[in-house]
Nanobody, 126 residues
Framework: QVQLVESGGGLVQPGGSLRLSCAAS????????MGWFRQAPGKEREFVAA????????YYATSVKGRFTISRDNAKNTVYLQMNSLKPEDMAVYYC???????????????????WGQGTQVTVSS
């Protein structure tokens, strides 16, 4: 089992920045992918970013590439999502997710992930 707890959400003006954190506990040593997804009201959950915990390769949705950065601190069992140049369309509940088994395709589908956090709200508004 892996437990995930997100933090760092809040209200930010357009153009501002936030850093989300995802603290993992439990069987974190077996994590293969860690990902961030988001869900806006009335919309499906969508992929934001992911990191391969073995190769450290990173993946980004086209809509956030160049603005968001995923990273992790193994010592703290924490994954981060640095979000810069935030736009109103980035407003959503952001979820951290973990997949423990190997996967050779793109880690962009929510169904690939076994463990999920409770989510943290990001509001972008002036």
């Amino acid at each position: 089992q892996v437990q995930l707890v997100e933090s760092g959400g809040g209200l930010v003006q357009p153009g501002g920045s936030l850093r989300l954190s995802c603290a993992a506990s439990g069987r974190t040593a077996s994590a293969y992918f860690m990902g961030w997804f988001r869900q806006a009201p009335g919309k499906e959950r969508e992929f934001v970013a992911a990191i391969n915990c073995i190769s450290e390769s990173t993946y980004y949705a086209t809509s956030v590439k160049g603005r968001f950065t995923i990273s992790r601190d193994n010592a703290k069992n924490t994954v981060y999502l640095q979000m810069n140049s935030l736009k109103p369309e980035d407003m959503a509940v952001y979820y951290c997710a973990a997949r423990n088994s190997a996967y050779t395709g793109l880690p962009i589908i929510p169904g690939l992930y076994t463990y999920w956090g409770q989510g943290t709200q990001v509001t972008v508004s002036s």
